[in-house]
DNA sequence: TCAAGATTTAGAATTATTCTAAATAGACGG
DNA sequence: CCGTCTATTTAGAATAATTCTAAATCTTGA
């Protein structure tokens, strides 16, 4: 068994999941998930606004961004790198992970109790790994004692 | 030289990581090192533009951009979440990993044999959990064979 | 059919980052 | 010390990424 990952089964359950998030499947939503399915690069949004066009061409902007959100949101598709925003900086180079609470966005140092390294990932040959960065999503003490 | 033996400024080897990674250690360098030290709360490039202004009010963004990425080259700051550009996007849902090449820029899906889950992550009391991002960086296998 | 609400659109606005060219500051050899 | 060389900083423009806005359109359900 090849450790790349294949292709997902075609779309059975699009419509299903949108409608499960109070969401539409419309014709744009359905044209930009197949754009990701076509070829699954991890393109960018303008990316798939491009070959969005290709099939529709009054497609604009907005509506991917929007298209890509939903999808998101109904789990069809993750967005590789949670942070849609600025970048942040640390000054703490021991081997820790970051918690960013998805509630009010701040972020904790979280100290690592094995590191990553140990947690089993096997790379294909050829890849050559030269560190790994992991993200914890979730609520922060605060936020998650007012969601109560 | 003095001959009363001084305690080591706090900084002691941010002049030397710099100059080991060719850089110098300026007032600029060492100002916005210091903001990222006091809080350590994460800030964001313009956050730490405006705190290190208090101190320092000729620095200009540029120059911050500049000491964050010469802080990060020497590997005294970490930059939490390495993507400096467009978000991308995934439409295989399966439990993964991505790997990023530093060289090319590519993205690769990576099946994980165990999740990070599993890997022993503790966190502090309050927090609550909702997903795990691993991102992996190195050398694609193309890459990795021209660096040879 | 109509009203309500969701979605799309174009384009403007905002935010984040990078680039450019000129000015300045150190470091180094004479 | 002095001038030269190169790295760095600066302001501001340019670019890139994302979000917002308001009007038009489409869907759904009464």
Redesign the pocket.
């Known amino acids: 068994m090849n450790a790349v990952a294949t292709k997902p089964p075609p779309e059975n359950d699009l419509n299903e999941r949108l409608a499960h998030s109070g969401?539409?499947l419309?014709?744009?939503?359905q044209q930009v998930h197949e754009v990701l399915r076509e070829k699954m690069d991890h393109p960018?949004?303008?990316q798939v606004f491009l070959r969005a066009k290709n099939k529709?061409p009054?497609?604009?902007?907005?509506?991917v961004?929007?298209?890509l959100?939903?999808l998101v949101k109904c789990g069809m598709v993750r967005q590789v790198t949670l942070d849609?925003?600025?970048?942040r900086f640390c000054p703490n180079m021991q081997d820790h992970s970051h918690f960013y609470c998805d509630e009010c966005g701040s972020v904790y140092d979280i100290l690592q109790t094995i590191s990553p390294a140990d947690a089993g990932i096997r790379l294909p040959r050829g890849f050559r790994l030269k560190n790994i960065e992991t993200n914890l999503h979730g609520l922060c003490p605060d936020c998650a004692a007012k969601a109560k």
Chains 1, 2 share one sequence.
């Open positions: 969401l539409r419309t014709p744009q939503r960018t949004a303008d529709m009054e497609i604009s902007m907005a509506t961004y929007n298209c959100d939903a849609r925003g600025a970048t």
